[in-house]
C-alpha cells in the first residue's frame, strides 16, 4: 500500500465510486464528493452506491459527503464528474490547491474543448494530470486486474498519482503526452457508438472489426493533428480503450449504439437510462474539433449525424462504403 494522505473524488457516478475504492485499497482516506446531499446521505447510509455501482459494498477509509469543505483537507483531487458538466462543477468549488487529476472522457459541447484545456481556464496554472485507460469500472470497483495511464507534462505529478492510486491489481503507467491520451479516451466513445450500430443493424463482426480499425486510424490521426504522439493513440488510452469499449458488453456507448442499430430513438435509448454515454455529446463536438485542426472523421461525422437523426445506420453505412477507396 503506497497511499497515505486523503484522495478527494468529485462525483460519485460508476467511475468515482470505483475510483474511490480503488483509492482506498491503496491506502488513502478518501472523500468521495456528491453535489446532492440527499444522494450523498443515500450512499453513505447504505454504503454502496445503489443507482450508480449496484452490488459493491464501500471500503471503510471511503467518506461520502456533498459538504465542499469536505474537501479541504484532500491532497489530490480526482475529478470524475462528465465532461460536459466538469466546468460548472470545479468553477463551484473552492481552489484549495490540491492537485487535479481528471478522469473524465469526453470533449466539451460549444467550446470543443478537452478535460485538461477546462482546468487551465477554470484554475489556470494548477497542477493537472489525467487518467485513461481500458477502465470498466464494475470491474475496478472489485479489485480485478487492470492497467491505465496517468499522463501529465509535469513528470512529478504524474508519479506521485501513480504511487498514490496504484495497487499490484491497478498498474498505473505514466504518460508525458496528456493530449494524445485526453484525445484516445474522447474518441474512443464515439467509435464505440457506430461499432454498436454494426451489431445491432446486424452487419455482422467482420464490418465492426474493419470499423473499429478504420476508427484507430482516425482517433490516430487526431492525435497527431492536436500534437499528441501516434504511439500514445496504440497505448492504453487508444487501442486499449478502443477495445474494452467495442467489444465489452458493458460498454454503455456500444450498448447506445447497438439500440439504435435495432432501430431505437436516442431520445428513447436516454430515457432509459441513469448513466452517462459520453459519445452522444462528444460526437459532434469531436467533429468540429478536428474540422478546425484539418482533419476528416469519416466515422466520427456519421455518428454526429446519427444522432442527431440527420441520417439511419444504413445510409450511415453506406455513406462509409461509398467513400474512395485508397491505400490503408
Ligand atoms: N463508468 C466507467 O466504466 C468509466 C467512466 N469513465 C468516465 O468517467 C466520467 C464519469 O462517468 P461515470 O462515473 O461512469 O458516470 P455515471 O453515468 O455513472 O454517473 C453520472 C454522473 O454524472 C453526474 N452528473 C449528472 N448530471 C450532472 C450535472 N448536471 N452536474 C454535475 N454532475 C452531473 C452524476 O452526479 C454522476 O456522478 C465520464 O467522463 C466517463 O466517460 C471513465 C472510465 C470508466
Ligand atoms: O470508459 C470506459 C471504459 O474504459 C467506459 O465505457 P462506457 O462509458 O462506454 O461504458
Given amino acids: 500500500m503506497a497511499g497515505t494522505g486523503r484522495i478527494a473524488v468529485l462525483g460519485a457516478g460508476a467511475w468515482g465510486t470505483a475510483l474511490a475504492q480503488q483509492a482506498a485499497r491503496a491506502g488513502n482516506a478518501v472523500t468521495l464528493w456528491a453535489r446532492d446531499a440527499g444522494r450523498a446521505a443515500t450512499i453513505a447510509a447504505a454504503r454502496e452506491n445503489q443507482r450508480y455501482l449496484p452490488g459493491v459494498a464501500l471500503e471503510p477509509a471511503v467518506s461520502v459527503t456533498a459538504e ?10 480526482l475529478l470524475v464528474v462528465p465532461a ?12 484549495t490547491g490540491a492537485p487535479l487529476v481528471v478522469c473524465t472522457k469526453g470533449v466539451e459541447r460549444g467550446t470543443l474543448k478537452l478535460p485538461l484545456e477546462i482546468l487551465e481556464e477554470v484554475r489556470p496554472g494548477a497542477a493537472a494530470a489525467v487518467l485513461s485507460g481500458p477502465n470498466f469500472a464494475h ?9 491505465a495511464v496517468i499522463a501529465s507534462r509535469d513528470a512529478g505529478l504524474r508519479g506521485l498519482a501513480a ?5 499490484a491489481g491497478f498498474r498505473l503507467y505514466g504518460g508525458d503526452d496528456p493530449m494524445g491520451v485526453q484525445v484516445g479516451g474522447a474518441a474512443k466513445n464515439v467509435i464505440a457508438i ?4 454494426v451489431i445491432g443493424a446486424g452487419l455482422g463482426e467482420n464490418a465492426r472489426a ?43 456507448n456500444t450498448s447506445l449504439g447497438i439500440e439504435l442499430g435495432r432501430g431505437a430513438t436516442l431520445e428513447a435509448v436516454l430515457a432509459a437510462r441513469v448513466s452517462v454515454a459520453e ?50
Fill in 68 to 77: 465542499a469543505a469536505a474537501l479541504d483537507g484532500a491532497d489530490l483531487w
Fill in 139 to 147: 470491474e475496478v470497483a472489485k479489485g480485478l486486474p487492470a492497467a
Fill in 210 to 252: 474493419a470499423l473499429v480499425t478504420r476508427g484507430l486510424a482516425e482517433l490516430s490521426r487526431l492525435v497527431v493533428a492536436l500534437g499528441g504522439k501516434a504511439e500514445t493513440a496504440a497505448g492504453l488510452s487508444g487501442l486499449g480503450d478502443l477495445l474494452l469499449t467495442t467489444t465489452g458488453p458493458g460498454s454503455r
Fill in 279 to 328: 459519445g452522444v455529446a462528444t460526437a459532434p463536438a469531436l467533429v468540429a474539433r478536428a474540422a478546425a485542426a484539418g482533419v476528416e472523421l469519416p466515422i466520427g461525422a456519421a455518428v454526429a449525424d446519427l444522432l442527431a437523426g440527420r441520417l439511419t445506420v444504413a445510409e450511415a453505412m453506406g455513406r462509409l462504403l461509398a467513400r474512395p477507396r485508397r491505400d490503408e
Fill in 194 to 197: 457506430a461499432a454498436g450500430a
Fill in 84 to 95: 460536459q458538466h466538469l466546468r460548472a462543477t470545479l468553477a463551484a468549488l473552492p481552489d
Fill in 163 to 167: 504511487e498514490r492510486l496504484g495497487t
